[in-house]
């Protein structure tokens, strides 16, 4: 319910801003999306979450007596390109006996 009451806060917040400048267009609606998705992606999650969730870890927390959650990660962060891996040892061939 609480995501619900947000969708209709933004989308207001939207209408207004469209009211405000007297014009609307896809590129417009974009924009703000922009926006709000990097305002999500940044401040809400690395900054507003651990305040409002007092278990939330953060990179400055060590391993109190008190379990924590891990920190929040960007998701540019959880996905790396190119991709994390070790190659397999190269082995020497070995003469036939």
Known sequence: MLHFIAGKLFALGHWALFLALGHSSWWLG??????????AG??????????VHPRTGT??????DVALLEPPASSCSTTAWPPRW????????????
């Not at 990179?59 to 109190?64: D, K, N, R, V």
């Not at 070790?86 to 006996?97: E, I, K, L, Y």
């Open 59 to 64: 990179p400055l927390t060590s391993a109190p």
């Open 86 to 97: 070790s190659p397999p040892p190269q082995t020497s061939p070995t003469a036939p006996s």
């Open 42 to 51: 940044t401040a809400l999650v690395n900054i507003l979450l651990p305040l």
């Open 30 to 39: 974009a924009l703000f999306g922009l926006g709000h998705g990097m305002f």
